[in-house]
């Protein structure tokens, strides 16, 4: 059944032009994620996880190859198509948190929202999410007022709140302590649990690798291996 | 994205670097105020000159000898032209013709003496003119017949020669030497500039024929005055009037040996001229908004490149490229319509400044703000916002996110 595949690319490239040298970012890389599962890809720098992940979140075309989230052929989309697939269906968590400085918490997680043209009902919604990541006495902080750990629950609330089909988490845990990271971890975690969100982990940490139900490995712009975590497995 | 929200984002936005903002509409405020000024001192002016010119009287048309410059030998004015403007039957649209001789002569009284125009009138020429008398009367109809020694004086002329202009009624001056009784004082009118009508003497016109001005024709005159029916007519009496005159001096059409002009063409000219100078005045003021504009796209370009991270997320979670262009564009034409609003009241402080010193000065401009000049100055204010806050907007809406995001 098709519809059991929330991630499914085939044969995805990806070539970028930098001057006179043309950069083969992906040289054909596929890859197939269930609903509900937990996956992380991993590899070196420069192993083209970056540009898998950009194709994943629908942030950029692949050169060839096709791709379908939750069922829809994306790969062909015009920008503005696409930027209302990433509203839907993909939430971002970045290593660097990207929130707005100057909005409070409930602003930033209603940001979603708004672009997709809802109109009522916003408030709740983002005080419902800020709750589920723990900062319900928080609303209306602003980043600067908040911890690295809660600016990221920030930003996992407004990755939720228009319930994508999958969380894109590039090295969500990078710029936090270890106590941070890990609760962003089980934050994270608990929403695959509880929801069955689909959690899609971008990193070189195995430790986080390790907590996923799935590796995918990539070298040189292609799928390497694809397989069980091995706890002893040294990482990219 | 909801209208309310775009601009409170906005106002957000742009609060967050007020100094930054503060100097960018600054560029506006001083444009707008500029434009808003420059037009109502140039309206101002309009309506003095034509105010004065307007006082004169109405419905006039004055005519003098002399036509084109190849019309050689012109044949003068006289007395017999304006009776025979006069005449009902032939000038139907004429209400009045008067005959005028003018001349500059010097004026004593006492050890006080001047110099000024002297005009030699006939009797209505008050009416004519719309000149009444504080003190006196006016020249008369036996005045004119009896060729009699009188003057009715301008208040600015008495008041040079009595150092007061009431109460001079049965003095005597002499003009050219000549003694003349004072009969009456005109009422101020406060014309400047074109005539000033404050400063004359005014002399019956036989008087001035027989004892000051003298012509080589006889019974010649200066100009004629013409005061048509109505305005309507003015028109049909400038034919009518130039009709009679070319038989009289029997100059084929095309080659007429004098000229005729009408009060509303002397309105039209200063129209223009002021017309002109307002236009000058408005696009130098006009060029300083747009180097506000210049300002603003400016700015707004530098925002864009500082914001390239945030633009890359508001991407990132779903904004479209006509989401960031609006985000971007509320942002330039709020600064360029607060600047706007500011520089309007600007503008008006200056014009009201600029009047406060006119008066002071005794130099009459009173310059007028006008509706349109707001409205003009505003739509265009904010037409150099989303102008120049298109090409950053756009920009912006271009970013591509994988790069916004990446961006240092």
Redesign the interface.
């Known amino acids: 059944m098709a519809d059991e595949w929330v991630i499914d690319a085939e044969g995805l490239t990806k070539v970028y032009q930098m001057g006179e040298i043309e950069v083969h970012a992906l040289r054909g890389a596929s890859l197939r994620v269930r609903r509900g599962e937990v996956v992380s890809i991993m590899g070196p720098s420069g192993s083209g996880k970056s540009t898998l992940m950009?194709l994943l979140?629908c942030?950029?075309h692949p050169t060839e190859g096709s791709y379908r989230l939750d069922g829809e052929l994306v790969s062909d989309l015009r920008?503005?198509q696409l930027?209302?697939i990433?509203?839907?269906k993909v939430g971002?968590v970045?290593q660097s948190f990207?929130l707005?400085g100057?909005?409070t918490a409930l602003t930033n997680v209603e940001?979603?929202m708004?672009?997709?043209?809802m109109?009522t009902g916003r408030r709740q919604r983002a005080t419902e999410a800020l709750e589920s990541v723990g900062l319900g006495d928080r609303l209306t902080h602003r980043p600067m007022e908040l911890s690295g750990g809660q600016q990221q629950r920030v930003a996992i609330a407004?990755a939720l709140v228009?319930t994508p089909a999958i969380i894109l988490a590039d090295e969500p845990t990078g710029n936090l302590d270890s106590k941070s990271g890990e609760e962003i971890m089980r934050i994270l975690l608990d929403l695959n649990r509880e929801r069955g969100t689909t959690l899609v982990f971008v990193t070189h940490d195995p430790t986080i690798a390790s907590r996923t139900q799935r590796i995918i490995r990539l070298h040189d712009g292609l799928v390497v291996q694809d397989g069980l975590p091995e706890p002893a497995a040294a990482g990219g | 994205m909801d209208f309310l929200q775009s601009i409170f984002e906005a106002v957000d936005s742009l609060t967050s670097n007020k100094l930054r903002s503060a100097l960018t509409i600054l560029g506006i405020v001083i444009g707008v105020g500029a434009v808003i000024a420059m037009l109502a001192i140039g309206r101002g002016a309009q309506n003095s000159i034509t105010g004065s010119i307007s006082s004169i009287g109405t419905n006039l048309l004055f005519v003098i000898p002399g036509g084109g410059e190849d019309i050689r030998n012109p044949r003068p004015l006289t007395l017999e032209d304006a009776n025979a403007l006069n005449d009902p039957l032939n000038a139907p649209a004429v209400l009045n013709a008067a005959p005028m001789l003018t001349s500059m002569a010097g004026i004593t009284f006492g050890g006080e003496s001047t110099r000024t125009q002297v005009a030699g009138v006939t009797a209505g020429y008050d009416n004519l003119r719309s000149l009444s008398v504080t003190e006196g009367q006016f020249i008369s109809e036996e005045n004119i017949l009896g060729r009699a020694a009188v003057a009715v004086l301008g208040p600015d002329t008495a008041t040079n020669l009595f150092g007061r202009s009431e109460g001079v009624t049965g003095e005597t001056i002499r003009i050219d030497g000549q003694p003349f009784r004072v009969i009456g004082v005109l009422k101020a009118q406060g014309g400047s500039g074109f005539s000033n009508a404050d400063d004359q003497i005014i002399v019956p016109l036989t008087t001035a024929q027989a004892r000051l001005v003298r012509k080589s024709t006889r019974n010649a005159v200066d100009m004629i005055l013409v005061q048509a029916a109505s305005a309507e007519d003015v028109p049909v009496a400038n034919e009518q009037v130039a009709e009679i005159l070319r038989s009289r001096h029997r100059t084929p059409v095309g080659s007429d040996d004098f000229t005729v002009f009408t009060q509303q063409s002397f309105l039209d000219i200063a129209k223009t001229i002021t017309g002109v100078l307002t236009i000058f005045l408005g696009g130098i003021a006009g060029i300083s908004l747009l180097v506000g504009g210049i300002g603003i796209m400016n700015i707004m370009l530098v925002s864009v490149t500082e914001r390239t991270r945030e633009i890359g997320l508001r991407k990132a979670v779903g904004a479209r490229k006509r989401d960031i262009l609006i985000q971007f564009l509320t942002e330039s034409a709020l600064l360029s319509l607060v600047g706007g609003l500011i520089g309007i009241a600007l503008g008006w402080g200056l014009s009201l400044l600029v009047g406060v010193i006119a008066r002071a000065s005794n130099a009459d401009l009173n310059p007028s703000v006008s509706l349109d000049a707001i409205l003009l100055a505003t739509l265009f204010s904010a037409a150099v916002g989303l102008f120049f806050g298109l090409y950053p907007a756009k920009r912006a809406a271009d970013l591509e996110p994988v790069e916004a995001l990446r961006y240092e």
């Open positions: 950009n979140g942030l950029d920008d503005d930027a209302a990433r509203n839907r971002f970045f990207n707005l100057r909005q940001l979603p708004r672009y997709a043209g109109k407004r228009n």
